[in-house]
Structure formats: structure tokens, C-alpha cells
């Protein structure tokens, strides 16, 4: 009869990778409190400041956030802009091509902003009847604009 050891090198390796695997469980839900503790703080840094800002100074901060948004609309307008000029091959031709196409598609926008404008400004005034009758008409109209485009398209 063959006497072997009882030593089983499988025994040890289970342990190690069960170590191995508490470690890394571990070690997840570390980086997870610090991610959670990083965001906290980030918004704590953000929030606070512009609560402050806009309890305080409401005019200020209005202005400030009318100035973000138009920004914003500026910067996705001229990325659009310059994709469509480098897409048709130069200033040039794209002045030949989309230049009066662009113009429309500005005007139209404007147009609809303006309108937009109008009606919160009918309803901040009281004019509830009339602000609900050009909305009701600009929803419709605006509608029949979008379905159009997309049928052209």
C-alpha cells in the first residue's frame, strides 16, 4: 500500500482565492464610499454656492443663468455650423448650397422663440384667455412644422 501526504496543495489555493476574493469585494466597496464621498462633496461645492448666489441675488442670477443657456445655444449652433461647412467643402460652397437654407432654419427658430416668449409673457400678465388661444395655435402650427420637416427629410 501506497501512504501519501495529506497535505493538498488545493486546499491552500481555496483559501488564498477566497482571501482574494474578500479582498476585492472589499476594495470595491471602498471605491464605491469614495465615489459616493467624492460626489457629495462635489455637489456640496456646486449646490451651495449657487443657492447662495440665487437667494442673494436673484436678479444677478438670473442673468447669470440666461447668459449659461444662451451660451450653451451658441456653442451647439456654431459646432452645427462648422460641421456643416467643413461637410459641403468650404465656405464657399457652402455659401452656394445651405448658406439661405441655414438663414431659414435661424429665422424659424427666432420665430418660435419669439412666440414662446409671448404666450409665458400673456399668461405672467393675466391675459389667460388669449395666451391660451396663441398657444393652442402655436402647438398646433408648430406640430404641422416638425411633421413636415420630417417628411422631407
Excluded at 443663468?65 to 456654431?78: R, T, W
Amino acid at each position: 500500500m501506497k501512504r501519501t501526504n495529506n497535505y493538498n496543495p488545493r486546499r491552500n489555493s481555496l483559501l488564498v482565492r477566497s482571501l482574494k476574493g474578500y479582498l476585492r469585494f472589499f476594495r470595491g466597496i471602498l471605491w464605491l464610499l469614495a465615489a459616493l464621498g467624492l460626489a457629495a462633496v462635489t455637489g456640496f461645492l456646486i449646490v451651495y454656492p449657487l443657492w447662495y448666489f440665487a437667494s442673494g441675488y436673484k436678479n444677478t442670477y438670473s442673468l447669470f443663468a440666461l447668459g449659461l443657456l444662451v451660451l450653451a445655444a451658441v456653442f451647439v449652433f456654431v459646432r452645427r455650423l462648422w460641421a456643416s461647412i467643413r461637410g459641403s467643402g468650404g465656405v464657399f460652397s457652402w455659401i452656394k448650397t445651405r448658406f439661405f437654407q441655414t438663414v431659414k432654419k435661424i429665422l424659424c427658430i427666432l420665430l418660435a422663440v419669439m412666440v414662446l416668449y409671448l404666450i409665458i409673457l400673456l399668461f405672467a400678465r393675466g391675459y389667460i384667455l388669449t395666451a391660451s388661444g396663441i398657444a393652442l395655435v402655436y402647438i398646433v402650427l408648430l406640430g404641422a412644422v416638425l411633421a413636415g420637416r420630417r417628411e422631407s427629410v
